[in-house]
């Protein structure tokens, strides 16, 4: 009989989908059957979701945040437990063998409350280990298992920091990679598009891409703006020669894995973004902003991007690991996958 799950997925970012993807290909060659809960964002602003067939959306929990900034007090009010507890408590898991999250609180608690074992596969759970950027927050692998609490937690990280941490859930580059150096890939939908617009102004001799949500696509200057597409934003994080960005992870994975220079700005006040920057820092792999600084943006800009650094199939030994009945342990499957990471390659230059 056919493993049957349940895949939750925190909507918040599309760091959170950007995973889900990969696992769902993964899982759907292995002939496994998955139905797939997303919450923490509108129905409406989901795109691209093909890969998840019928899913479903519950509100579940969500960051409020403006200018750059996570807003704690808006972001209390906005969340309703009530609603929270009635859709952990309606969420029927009867004939699932297994509940995955991605840091998807209902399907978790669900998990636990009706005894049905339970996953964690996501990038917060590397933070129950002490990883960079979190040696001030003790409180934080307490937080992760009141959030989505799970049986068993997997983390995946851009190294193991001495720890049983995966690399990272990225699919392999979908398109040729090459380097426009002038053009930079902007994505940055945490700070108000104004004062991005504003900032990248002052670099007539760089043309920018950047995606935000507006409806139709414009041209302001040296700024191309364009609508969310998934299909869109690969195609320019081929061609590009350096991505700005906050600091969330799939991006990022992206763009180490395309050999893209990085310049990020986390966002204020969440400490996961905070301890990504620190990350990125200690390992070479981008520059870090605190605020939008033309100085920095500058000195950025004159940097050469690193070689590619391509990452193993690390939905594929996931996926083998579930059906296998999950015998192997984190330690192993962490160590055997680091060793399996290819050379870092080129890309083109024009």
């Known amino acids: ?208 891409i950047l995606y935000a949500g507006v409806e139709q696509g414009r041209r302001e200057g040296n700024l191309e703006i364009k609508p969310f597409s998934r299909e869109g934003f690969q195609l320019d994080l081929a061609a590009c020669g350096g991505v700005i960005a906050n600091a969330g992870f799939g991006l990022c994975s992206e763009a180490i894995q395309a050999g893209k220079k990085l310049l990020v700005k986390p966002l204020a006040q969440q400490i996961e973004q905070a301890a990504n920057a620190r990350a990125l820092e200690l390992l070479g792999h981008a520059r870090v902003m605190q605020a939008l600084d033309t100085g920095q943006i500058a000195d950025w800009l004159q940097l050469e991007n690193p070689p590619a650094q391509c990452w193993p199939d690390t939905a594929g030994a996931l996926v083998d690991w579930l059906l296998a009945g999950r015998q192997e342990s984190i330690d192993r499957l962490a160590c055997r996958l680091w060793q399996e990471m290819p050379a870092r390659a080129g890309v083109a230059k024009r």
């Open 1 to 208: 009989m056919s493993m049957r799950i349940l895949y939750g997925v925190q909507g918040t970012g599309n760091g959170h989908i950007t995973r889900a993807r990969v696992m769902a290909r993964a899982l759907d060659r292995a002939g496994v059957l998955v139905d797939y809960l997303f919450s923490g964002r509108p129905p409406e602003r989901y795109f691209n979701m093909e890969p998840f067939g019928d899913y479903q959306t519950r509100r579940g929990l969500t960051l409020v945040t403006a200018a750059g900034r996570v807003q704690l007090a808006r972001t209390l009010g906005y969340n309703n437990l009530l609603r929270l507890w009635r859709d952990i408590n309606t969420l029927d898991l009867d004939g699932y063998d297994l509940v995955i999250t991605d840091f998807e609180p209902i399907s978790a608690w669900a998990a636990r409350r009706q005894r049905v074992p339970s996953v964690g596969i996501a990038h917060q759970y590397a933070f129950c280990y002490p990883v960079p950027g979190t040696e001030r927050a003790p409180w934080l692998k307490p937080a992760l298992q009141l959030i989505a609490p799970v049986q068993q937690a997997v983390g995946v990280h851009w190294d193991p920091f001495d720890g049983p941490i995966l690399p990272p859930l990225i699919e392999p580059p979908r398109y040729p990679l090459s380097c426009d150096r002038e053009r930079i890939l902007v994505y940055l939908p945490f700070e108000n598009c104004t004062d991005v617009a504003r900032i990248l102004a002052q670099f007539p001799g760089w043309r920018f």
